[in-house]
Nanobody, 121 residues
């Protein structure tokens, strides 16, 4: 059974930082591109960042470029999202997702349950 478990969310003031983690199990992790998505109340699901399954190339939404950094550790079956200079508009539920042998995570094969990030002004 594949599981993606996010952690690290919470409440932070604007300008602060958080580091999200996603621990994967039940899949050959190195064969999967990984992505972070978010959904704010009343808004559509949004791709935030992703990292390819081979080569480790990353991509980011324009709204987070220069502030968020995604990384992966295949030895630990984990991905991370370092979020700096957080803004109130970053408030959302953040989801980890996996797509087999993808460069960009468009249609994930698996989703995590999400972790809440709240940025106060």
């Amino acid at each position: 059974q594949v599981r993606l478990v996010e952690s690290g969310g919470g409440l932070v003031q604007a300008g602060g930082s958080l580091r999200l983690s996603c621990a994967a199990s039940g899949l050959t992790f190195s064969n999967y591109a990984m992505g972070w998505f978010r959904q704010a109340p009343g808004k559509e699901h949004e791709s935030v960042a992703g990292i390819s399954w081979i080569g480790g190339s990353t991509y980011y939404a324009d709204s987070v470029k220069g502030r968020f950094t995604m990384s992966r550790d295949n030895a630990k079956n984990a991905v991370y999202l370092q979020m700096n200079s957080l803004k109130p508009e970053d408030t959302a539920i953040y989801y980890c997702a996996a797509a087999r042998r993808a460069t960009v995570v468009v249609t994930p094969d698996y989703w995590g349950q999400g972790t809440q990030v709240t940025v106060s002004s």
